[in-house]
């Protein structure tokens, strides 16, 4: 090892013992740098004087004092000189090109990198600010989670004070909805048989009436008007309704039998002990009370009657 060497390990103990933040530390680092520019210089001289002593040309070994004996000498000289040259040049180019394509490479990384910090400290500021909006939302949650919390409590002492003070009536409003609905929906005509009365327009339908059987139009948006009943069930809905008007009709006759004041003659019993009154202007007629089998063969003939009228109506 030469003693430039040894130099330059000693100076790398040197600033490798130093703080690289201190000045000293810049000063032993120059020095450092000094040193091995030096040993660069020295290296390169001695490759070269080993080269200058082994020139090569076509194979063959040649000293450069061997070269500089004459014309024919210099000529080779300069040529070997010439295309080493032109190799080293050759090798440097490929060496800068090389190092061109690294740096823009680099550089490349080096926009990359910055946009990447740029975005980095955008991001920082949105989720600064979302940190701010989350602990806002946080804050407000839980005062609305007091607030709800304060009106149940409310709520249950209001359900306890009503309930205290009365209860409640119970109702059956779905009951009686249904009650009414259906008082309506059998309040409508019933028909039975409806078909269209015009297959092609279909403006219309025709259905017979389930009280008598009469067949009547019916306008397409009028037949919500009317309940629509089955064969079978017009024909238990016509018995029905005659069996009740012949109750009905009963009824009115009994009604109308007990308003009537039946007064039956008695006949004047003959023999010695009967005389005439001749004061009075009329015979008098005592009151006798209607059989119950005169009563009923009366109602059932006025029922008779009144089917008759309906009949010929």
């Known amino acids: 090892m030469s003693q430039l060497e040894q130099d330059i390990q000693a100076q790398e103990d040197v600033v490798n013992q130093l703080d690289p933040r201190t000045a000293k ?30 020139i090569t040309i076509e194979d063959m070994t040649f000293t450069l004092r061997e070269l500089c004996a004459g014309e024919s000498q210099y000529q080779m000289l300069s040529t070997w000189l010439q295309m ?6 050759q090798k440097q180019a490929t060496i800068e090109a090389s190092y061109k394509s690294q740096v823009e ?23 600064a600010d979302m940190e701010l909006r989350r602990d806002a939302a946080a804050k407000e949650l839980h005062n609305v989670k007091e607030e709800n919390e304060r009106l149940v409590a409310d709520n249950a002492a209001l359900r306890t004070q009503l309930e205290s003070q009365s209860k409640p009536t119970s109702t059956n409003l779905n009951t009686n909805l249904a009650e ?29 009436l389930a009280e008598n059987g009469e067949e009547i139009s019916i306008k397409r948006l009028d037949i919500g008007q009317y309940r629509e009943l089955s064969e079978d069930e017009a024909s238990r809905f016509r018995a029905e309704l005659e069996h009740q008007r012949a109750v009905e009709a009963a ?33 008098e007629m005592a009151e006798r009370p209607v059989s119950r089998a005169e009563h009923e063969a009366l109602a059932a003939r006025v029922f008779q009657l009144e089917q008759s009228q309906r009949s010929v109506a």
């Open 25 to 54: 530390h810049e000063e032993e680092q120059a020095k450092l740098d000094t040193l091995k520019a030096q040993l660069a210089a020295q290296t390169a001289s001695e490759e070269l004087f080993g080269e200058f002593e082994n």
């Open 84 to 89: 080493r040259e032109g190799d080293r040049a």
């Open 105 to 127: 490479a680099l550089a490349d990384e080096v926009t990359e990198l910055d946009k990447y910090r740029k975005q980095a400290l955008e991001y920082s500021d949105k989720l």
């Open 180 to 208: 009414i609905a259906k008082k309506l929906h059998d309040a409508k005509p019933a028909i039975y048989n409806k078909r269209w009365e015009d297959d092609l327009k279909r403006t219309s339908y025709l259905a017979n």
């Open 251 to 283: 009824k009115l006759a009994e009604e109308a039998i007990q308003n009537i004041s039946l007064v039956i003659p008695t006949l004047p019993s003959e023999g010695p002990g009967y005389e005439l009154d001749e004061a009075n202007e009329g015979v």
